[in-house]
């Protein structure tokens, strides 16, 4: 007999984890990238 309206995960948990899930990622892999972009330009900046 199968249950109705069982999930698996509850939807509100899939709409606030994505998100969740994308900045804990994204953020940090964003911040790691424009610092390495900053470096590289600064050495170009500092050499005569």
């Known amino acids: 007999m ?3 309206g069982y999930r698996l995960i509850p ?3 899939v709409l606030t984890g994505i998100p969740l899930v994308a900045m804990i990622t994204y953020i940090p892999l964003q911040r790691a990238r424009k610092i ?3 470096r590289q330009a600064e050495r170009k900046l500092i050499r005569p």
Do not use: D, M
């Open 2 to 4: 199968p249950l109705r």
């Open 11 to 13: 939807e509100w948990l």
């Open 36 to 38: 390495a972009e900053y």
